[in-house]
């Protein structure tokens, strides 16, 4: 089961997310500790969204990922994965990826990472729920 879990939350994306560590490491911030482990934080929150739009994303598409020669060996597409377990999934993932986000930010900077992951999230939700 745990193999399917692993394969329906894309790790392999996961590289996209490292861009967080961009604006420390050009600004010469990256190896201060605090910052370091407030993008760590980010980096974190951002696997665990991403991860949970793909589910989302997955559990919305599920009847028509069947029909497609591909997709249909996706965990959730060829019921490896179960509707609840998938749905139960999604709410820890974008639970923990909301508390995370929350960790990694201070009053003084905190609102910026906040607002964009949340409009990630927002966003991926509607890109899923806009085709039905």
Known sequence: MLEYILQEIRLKQYTKNVLVYAAPLFS???LVPDMFCR????FVS???????VYILNDIMDR????QHPIKCHRPIA??????PLA?????????????TVMASSTRANGTASELFCHEYC??????TYRTY
């Not at 951002?46 to 949970?52: E, I, Q, R, T």
């Not at 749905?87 to 508390?99: N, Q, S, T």
Request: glycine share 16%; net charge positive; hydrophobic share 45%.
């Open 78 to 83: 060829s019921g490896k994965i179960s509707l």
């Open 63 to 66: 009847e028509k990922d069947r």
């Open 87 to 99: 749905r139960g999934i999604f709410c820890a993932l974008l639970l923990l990826g909301g508390g």
């Open 39 to 42: 993008s760590t934080l980010a």
């Open 28 to 30: 010469g911030t990256l």
């Open 46 to 52: 951002f696997c665990l969204m991403s991860s949970a």
């Open 122 to 127: 927002i966003l991926g939700a509607f890109e």
